[in-house]
């Protein structure tokens, strides 16, 4: 009963560096988040997905790809890093949209 | 589209004391609200949440929060705070279910200090 499972929680790029980030969870949830948390401006939705094999924007999806091949995991991929990007990032999943998000621990990642 | 804003990005109050933590939302049909609370370097966990049943609603670790639609609120109360309360606590809407009317909206988020 692991929930939602983030790898890596601590990462150091260097700019221009790529790097996926991987959501897993094991409750067969639809619905699978990204959202980033910077101090001062709680958390902002990067993409989402409502389902195996699909994809859709947040508020913030510039500077990032993701892809949703299996139902359970969810990746986050950033192509060319920037120091903007640095975060700490929160997957996060749910059987029905709002009927509870269940987040993973985060991943700190910075970029320099 | 919906929003939401926490009013005071730092609270601080008395072991003992009330807690009240401030969250207005904007949104053009009925809400969905929800209070979540983070543990340093921990992720989120889900307080309570209002969906459109009873107007108070109680969580867990005595937290409770009223959803006052004439005031577009859902402030978040307990009645003493102790130690263990100190985090960082966020108001969240959406709108309804699936696609991206399903997605939470966070406000940004109020830091909660207790003092011995």
């Known amino acids: 009963n692991a929930g939602v499972t983030q790898t890596p929680k601590f990462r150091v790029l260097k700019t221009g560096q790529s790097m996926t980030l991987l959501c897993a969870q094991d409750m067969n949830h639809e619905y699978m988040y990204w959202y980033r948390q910077d101090p001062g401006m709680g958390l902002r939705l990067i993409h989402y997905?409502?389902?195996?094999?699909?994809?859709a924007k947040g508020e913030v999806p510039d500077g990032y790809n993701v892809s949703r091949l299996k139902k359970q995991n969810f990746l986050l991929g950033l192509e060319s890093a920037a120091p903007s990007q640095t975060s700490v990032y929160f997957c996060?999943?749910?059987?029905?949209?709002?009927?509870?998000?269940?987040f993973g621990s985060g991943t700190r990642l910075t970029v320099v | 589209a919906q929003s939401v804003t926490q009013l005071g990005s730092h609270v601080s109050v008395s072991e003992g004391a009330l807690v009240l933590l401030r969250c207005n939302y904007s949104?053009?049909?009925?809400?969905?609200l929800f209070w979540y609370v983070q543990y340093p370097n921990q992720g989120l966990q889900l307080l309570l949440k209002?969906?459109?049943?009873?107007?108070l609603v109680k969580g867990i670790n005595g937290f409770e929060a009223e959803f006052k639609k004439s005031e577009t609120s859902f402030h978040l109360t307990k009645p003493s705070a102790h130690m263990s309360d100190a985090a960082e606590y966020f108001c969240?809407?959406?709108?309804?279910?699936?696609?991206?009317?399903?997605?939470?909206?966070f406000g940004k988020g109020t830091k909660l200090s207790v003092k011995p």
């Open positions: 949104s053009s049909v009925p809400p969905y």
């Open positions: 209002y969906t459109s049943a009873a107007t």
């Open positions: 996060a999943s749910s059987y029905q949209g709002v009927i509870g998000y269940t």
């Open positions: 997905s409502v389902g195996e094999g699909t994809t």
């Open positions: 969240a809407v959406t709108v309804g279910y699936g696609g991206s009317q399903g997605n939470l909206i």
